[in-house]
């Protein structure tokens, strides 16, 4: 459920009509909705009522300022990748004893950093990385808590860029070797072992992987259990799909549904890291139609040329990423036809959607939907182009929550060589 619905034949975000978000900010822009993302929180967290639960969102999906301080006021954590993510966090009030840092690179300075604020734990993908972080945390003298994320090797059915949980991906530890590990971890002074991680994927439209996982990663704390190795969290990782088209992921309360009886009667707090499902139908991008290239004839492609493009919205080009994209105020004056809703980049790729049927003339406003996670986020500045304005739409009042960087921004620190 969004709050983004049309009122009088115009497509508005809570109660500000897009068209007013045009005329004032600039287009492109994202606009989300603060409705939106709070509904999606407390729906998860209400979902999750009885299992003793923190709910940390993955900054990755969208590290906005304004939407990770909304979040916080929630209650949520965070999940990080980054000690960039890590500042985000807490420049928008973030609190650091809710933060789990994922990802197979650590680096050192970030590991130093995280250490320093107190975050709740690393989730630490390889042995090399155990022995990192332990001598660290001996250096700077603190203990790191850990968890280390598995593989359960379950196949999560989604498109092979985002699906984490197999033996082949380059995340995580082999299933099988992790209680070795986890005996090594035991004996290093500088780290406290504190849960067990996974995370099989993104963007999942079913719940048997899920459970699957979660019933490979109870076996295996069980195991450690015998070895006097006390798990105290087990963290699920993120994952759950939304409808961007016509998929049928599973609502909240059934994906908790889905995994409550098999930790029902154990000492042992959840930890979820959803992401998309937060956000990702909290936004929208605006756009606007620069100009229309019909085909000659009406079998020929007809292009029509939009001022967003793949650097400010990649999904599409990445991973083939179907987005709806609408009218913000359809027209009754004009034939629908089936157009190619392309950008200005110099790439092939550079589209948003293909052969959608809409009535258009140039200067229309178009809505992509579903674009508030892994939208800004993957945005890049190609082709020189400054990265869009982000507004944030909270009852009447849209706040740009980022202002449109500049070409001069995009030139900070560049220079000529010194010619003599
Ligand atoms: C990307 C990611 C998430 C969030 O995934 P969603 O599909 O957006 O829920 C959570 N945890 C980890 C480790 C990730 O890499």
């Known amino acids: 459920m969004d709050y983004f619905e049309y009122r009088d034949g115009v497509l508005c975000a809570e109660g500000v009509a897009l068209p007013e978000i045009a005329e004032r900010f600039g287009t492109p822009c ?41 979040l ?28 789990v840092f994922s990802g197979v690179g650590k680096r ?4 130093e950093r995280a250490l320093e604020v107190g975050i709740a734990c690393f989730n630490v993908e390889s042995e090399a990385e155990l022995e990192r972080l332990d001598a660290i945390a001996q250096r700077v003298g603190k203990t790191a808590p850990v968890s280390l994320r598995v593989n359960p090797d379950v196949d ?8 984490t949980g197999l033996k082949e991906n380059k995340f995580g530890v082999d299933i099988a070797r992790a209680e070795a590990l986890y005996a090594r971890a035991a004996e290093m002074p500088g780290l406290m072992i504190r849960g067990v991680d996974c995370h099989i994927g993104s963007q999942l439209t079913q ?10 990663v109870l076996a295996l704390i069980d195991r450690l259990a015998e070895r006097d190795i006390v ?5 699920v990782g993120g994952g759950l799909g939304i409808r961007y088209r016509d998929e049928t992921p599973p609502s909240p309360a059934a994906y908790a549904e889905n995994i409550r009886d098999l930790v029902a009667d154990r000492d042992l707090k959840l930890v979820f890291e959803p992401g998309r499902v937060l956000v990702g139908n909290a936004g929208v991008l605006l756009t606007r139609v620069e100009l229309l290239k019909p085909g000659q004839s009406e079998d020929d492609k007809h292009f029509a040329v939009v001022d967003a493009a793949m650097n400010d919205l990649l999904r599409p080009a990445l991973y083939d990423g179907w987005h709806e994209i609408v009218a913000v105020a359809p027209r009754g004056d004009t034939q629908a036809r089936a157009w190619e809703i392309v950008g ?22 178009l809505a992509v939907r579903s674009a508030g996670a892994y939208g800004f986020t993957m945005a890049s500045s190609y082709n020189a182009r ?22 001069a921004d995009l030139m900070r620190g560049e220079k000529r060589l010194p010619f003599v």
């Open 72 to 99: 916080a006021d929630l209650g949520s954590g965070f999940d990080i990748v980054s000690v960039g993510e890590l500042e985000r966090v807490i420049t928008a009030g973030g609190d650091p004893a809710k933060i």
């Open 156 to 163: 999560a059915q989604t498109h092979p860029y985002i699906a």
């Open 344 to 365: 200005p980049i110099c790439e092939t790729g550079d589209f948003l959607g293909h052969g959608r049927e809409l009535a258009l003339a140039a200067n229309d406003l």
């Open 386 to 407: 400054p990265r869009v304005a982000e507004i944030m739409v909270d009852g009447d009042i849209p706040h740009e929550v980022r202002a449109r960087e500049t070409v």
């Open 108 to 111: 050192v300075d970030e590991i």
């Open 207 to 216: 719940l048997a992987p899920f459970r699957d996982a979660v019933k490979r």
């Open 30 to 70: 994202y606009v989300y909705s603060a409705a939106t993302i709070a509904r999606h929180y407390r729906v998860f967290d209400e979902a999750l009522a009885g299992i003793d639960h923190e709910i940390c969102f993955a900054v990755k999906a969208n590290g906005n300022i304004g939407v990770l301080g909304l």
């Open 231 to 235: 798990i105290d969290h087990l963290d």
